[in-house]
């Protein structure tokens, strides 16, 4: 018999659900981004630096500057990889 999940565990499951909404947009956003003509790295700039300012906004510099530093290992672990690895 499944157990019915935690509070936690909902809590998971909807701010995966919702980061996998967001996702689509983004992307929505990049597709429209480059049928409008502009060049994929400067919208993926855009995009990065309009993440950042809105995280910097809720949660300060300090934390999104630890958050930041983990990320060239999430990188170099394929976290953001799509397809074949470099």
Same mark, same amino acid.
């Given at each position: 018999?499944? &157990?019915?999940? &935690?509070?936690?565990? +909902? *809590?998971?499951?909807?701010?995966?659900? #919702?980061?996998?909404?967001?996702?689509?947009?983004?992307? *929505?956003?990049?597709?429209?981004?480059?049928?409008? @003509?502009? #060049?994929?790295? &400067?919208?993926? *700039?855009?995009?990065?630096?309009? @993440?950042?300012?809105? +995280?910097?906004?809720?949660? @300060?510099? #300090?934390?999104?500057? &630890?958050?930041?530093?983990? +990320?060239?290992?999430?990188?170099?672990? @394929?976290?953001?990889?799509?397809?074949?690895?470099?």
């Amino acid at each position: 018999m499944t &157990s019915f999940p &935690s509070a936690r565990q +909902l *809590d998971l499951d909807i701010a995966t659900e #919702d980061r996998r909404a967001a996702l689509v947009y983004v992307n *929505d956003a990049f597709v429209e981004a480059l049928m409008a @003509g502009l #060049d994929m790295e &400067s919208f993926a *700039d855009a995009a990065i630096t309009a @993440g950042l300012q809105e +995280l910097v906004a809720r949660y @300060g510099e #300090d934390a999104v500057a &630890s958050f930041t530093a983990k +990320l060239p290992e999430r990188v170099r672990r @394929g976290d953001f990889t799509i397809g074949a690895r470099h």
